[in-house]
């Protein structure tokens, strides 16, 4: 086997990992996953390996032939004494292949096209960055020069103006301070009247030298003042002290990104085994793209039926049910778990999932407003009704009625069968807005 071919098959089983994923979140075992490691199955069994050309092996009596076989005739298989092999009742063997949370969370932002950008919450350390902020003191060696000199040759050209040309127009014939120093304003010269009176005393035995100033117009040039700075060299440039600025390094707030993910599920006697595993289904990869995605991820976990309680990550993943149904208990235990997390320097998510049944008002008055209460980056209500929306399944529809479709905080999403759940994940993953506070 070439190179080529060897790099090829290292292209598909990447290929094949990534096609895998979306139908492993869907239909395959979670459960032989880790929260800190994903295992993917893949279709690709044999993974690239080289080995020698047989045909370069040489010498002479090197076959592969069994003592006594005749010359042509192939080895024996299996099945090849006239009796029929029995069909094979096991598997095949799978291969894995394994990542950490963070490249699951790559991954499924291929898949899926999400770009959730995590927010940092708590300043860790300040670190000093790039020499980009000024200062009107320091040391020479940040002394920032380029801007000195350009404000000091804004100044020259601002200021300046060619001297000897206008000792000439003082020279005109009959011409008055004032006349002079109206000319020179007009022409936009930067002189003061007392300059001009100055260099008119001066001249004053050369008055009658020109005519006219069109006359001397006509006879000399101006030279412009870029002209000057050329001829005169930077010396002549004016720096001033305020013109002095040091460069020294931008501070830069470290930020780090800490999420608690609240994960909040119904388990009344309504919840049968489909439904329960559509909650796990769509809850898990959310886990892992939440660990991947953040510093720092914490999980709380509340189960609920008309009550609600605090249940380890094991006993959320396979609870049984039973009871009536209070959704609103778990918004006020959460309510209170979240103490513990400040908004200030958590981010936070509030998932809830259930079949949308809930006890007679207990959504437009207690779940609604609570939701509305608890400060998060965004809640999420995930329906599972695998036969469609039962008679008293409102929950979900109450939400999407309150707080509309376009909501950036907020996310329904409706799972009937393991087919919705990866669309689950992007409307949920996928609504979260700019603002955090």
């Avoid at 459960?31 to 069994?45: L, N, Q, T």
């Avoid at 009344?268 to 809850?283: A, C, D, N």
């Avoid at 039962?390 to 929950?395: K, L, Q």
Wanted: net charge negative.
């Amino acid at each position: 086997m070439g190179l080529r071919e060897d790099l090829e098959r290292f292209r598909e089983v990447g290929e094949a990992r990534r096609e895998d994923l979306a139908e492993f979140i869907s239909y395959g075992d979670l459960g032989s996953s880790r929260p800190d490691e994903v295992r993917i199955p893949v279709k690709i069994v044999d993974l690239p390996a080289f080995e020698y050309d047989r045909r370069d092996r040489g010498g002479v009596g090197q076959g592969d032939a069994e003592v006594g076989q005749p010359v042509g005739q192939p080895r024996p298989q299996p099945g090849d004494d006239g009796e029929e092999g029995d069909p094979g009742d096991e598997g095949g063997d799978h291969e894995y292949y394994e990542m950490d949370p963070e490249e699951f969370a790559q991954e499924l932002d291929e898949e899926l096209g999400l770009d959730l950008d995590p927010k940092g919450k708590t300043v860790v350390e300040e670190t000093e960055g790039p020499f980009t902020d000024m200062t009107r003191s320091g040391p020479d060696s940040t002394l920032d020069f380029e801007r000195m000199f350009k404000e000091g040759l804004k100044r020259k050209l601002a200021t300046d103006f060619d001297e000897e040309f206008l000792r000439e127009v003082c020279k005109v014939s009959g011409i008055t301070p004032r006349e002079v120093f109206e000319w020179a304003r007009g022409e936009s010269l930067p002189v003061s009247f007392a300059w001009v009176e100055e260099a008119h005393a001066e001249v004053e035995d050369e008055r009658g030298a020109w005519g006219s100033i069109e006359e001397l117009e006509a006879e000399i040039d101006r030279e412009p003042i870029q002209a000057k700075i050329r001829r005169e060299g930077i010396g002549h440039v004016p720096f001033r002290r305020e013109d002095e600025r040091y460069r020294y390094p931008e501070i830069v707030e470290e930020r780090e990104k800490n999420v608690v993910v609240v994960n909040i599920r119904d388990v009344s006697g309504s919840m049968r085994e489909k439904k329960r595993e559509l909650v796990e289904r769509t809850f898990t990869p959310l886990d892992w793209y939440l660990t991947g995605k953040y510093d720092t991820a914490e999980f709380v976990y509340i189960a609920h039926d008309a009550d609600a309680w605090q249940v380890s990550r094991e006993e959320f993943f396979g609870i049984r049910s039973g009871g009536g149904t209070r959704i609103s208990s778990a918004y006020e235990l959460a309510a209170t778990l979240l103490e513990e997390y400040p908004w200030s320097d958590w981010n936070r998510y509030v998932f809830a999932a259930g079949d949308s049944e809930n006890s007679s008002n207990d959504t437009g008055e207690r779940v609604i407003p609570l939701m509305e209460e608890i400060p998060a980056n965004l809640h999420a209500y995930v329906e599972t009704q695998p036969s469609g929306n039962a008679i008293n399944a409102t929950h979900a529809e109450e939400l999407e009625r309150h707080f509309g479709r376009d909501a950036e905080d907020v996310a329904i999403a409706y799972v009937n069968g393991a087919e919705d759940v990866t669309d689950a994940i992007y409307e949920i993953l996928s609504t979260e807005g700019d603002s955090d506070e």
